[in-house]
């Protein structure tokens, strides 16, 4: 069963924060996120595994709330180059595949 | 830094065509995936591949699909007969020494049946 992402898209000024949130109905192992910019790869951010951690990327950052199975992405003081769609990737079980989420679209503007 | 590599960039074929699209992962990793991404939509799963065989695989990944790692760096996944919904973007992805280790994407193969 896929993540569901909220908001499915955000548009910012740069320098605005923006919150992504990633909830899923089962028990999951670690939560991955991923940015995608238009025709590239998705690019690996962060891992966080069930714990309850929260780790932090230059002025990215996310936490992970095991017991809620929610994991928010913290963008703060956005930059033209965070546009792209953000997806988030769960691993639950015994199983060690990427179930992801529709993605969020980030647009920052000038 | 090492990375996953994919061959072609993009591959066109007639339908009922059979298609290989090659991976390399990064050298030491030990976990090997597949996804797809049909245009606009989000990434799918197809297989999981350890231990030189299949760990896990997708309903999509019918009889039509195939994967193999034909020598110590190469990974392939094989589309016997191709169909037109068949169109997408193929990523291949590796990951270390854990199945729940970050997983790193290659560019992808975009992959337009005709």
């Known amino acids: 069963q896929q993540p569901v992402q909220s908001p499915q898209a955000v548009i910012l000024r740069e320098g605005e924060d923006a919150v992504i949130n990633c909830s899923s109905s089962?028990?999951?192992?670690?939560v991955h996120w991923y940015r995608q910019k238009h025709g590239e790869a998705p690019v690996f951010l962060m891992i966080?595994?069930?714990?309850?951690e929260q780790k932090g990327h230059e002025k990215i950052s996310a936490s992970f709330n095991e017991k809620k199975q929610q994991s928010s992405l913290y963008l703060t003081a956005s930059q033209l180059s965070y546009s792209g769609t953000y997806f988030c990737g769960t691993v639950g079980g015994s199983n060690y595949k990427l179930t992801f989420g529709k993605g969020t679209l980030l647009t920052v503007n000038p | 830094e090492p990375e996953v590599t994919q061959t072609p960039s993009h591959q066109v074929t007639q339908m009922g065509q059979e298609v290989i699209l090659r991976c390399v992962p990064i050298s030491n990793h030990l976990y090997f995936y597949w996804y797809r991404q049909i245009l606009g939509q989000k990434v799918e799963f197809l297989v999981s591949f350890y231990n030189n065989e299949i760990s896990e695989k997708s309903e999509i990944f019918d009889d039509q699909f195939s994967v193999e790692r034909p020598d110590g760096s190469n990974f392939t996944l094989k589309i016997r007969s191709t169909k037109l919904e068949d169109s997408a973007m193929y990523f291949c992805?590796?990951?270390?020494?854990?199945?729940?280790?970050?997983?790193?994407f290659g560019p992808g193969t975009r992959l337009t049946v005709l």
């Open positions: 089962k028990a999951l192992y670690s």
């Open positions: 992805a590796s990951s270390g020494f854990s199945g729940t280790d970050t997983q790193y």
């Open positions: 966080l595994l069930k714990g309850g």
